[in-house]
């Protein structure tokens, strides 16, 4: 396995979240990004000092809509592991909204 490790989620069409792990960081330091169409909508930067973060405003791409409120959380697991999980709301002009709710992203092994 080469390091870093990334790990890509598809929330809906042309919406994707990646997460990226170093594989040896004590302190769990993940950055998170959400885009749209290629476009990145939010970055966060998780850790074990920075469990969970929120978005403070919509942020918009084209149709498309990431709402306010939505939150990354990193979750510890049993056997070294750890999940970035992801509830929120996407909405696309005209379409159903995308509720996201505790959504896992990504799962990481630690070294």
Known sequence: MSLPITSTATLRPNCKA???????DSN???????SINDHVMWTET??????TA???KNMHQGLFTL??????E???????????KLTGKITEDGSTPTI??????????IK
């Open 54 to 56: 929120r978005l403070s």
């Open 46 to 51: 998780l850790s074990k000092t920075n469990l």
């Open 67 to 72: 709402c306010e409120g939505a939150e990354l």
């Open 28 to 34: 769990l330091m993940t950055p998170v990004i959400v």
């Open 100 to 109: 996201l709710k505790d959504e896992t992203i990504s799962t990481f092994t």
């Open 18 to 24: 990646v997460s990226t792990f170093n594989g040896t």
């Open 74 to 84: 990193l979750e510890l697991g049993d056997n070294n592991t750890y999940r970035i």
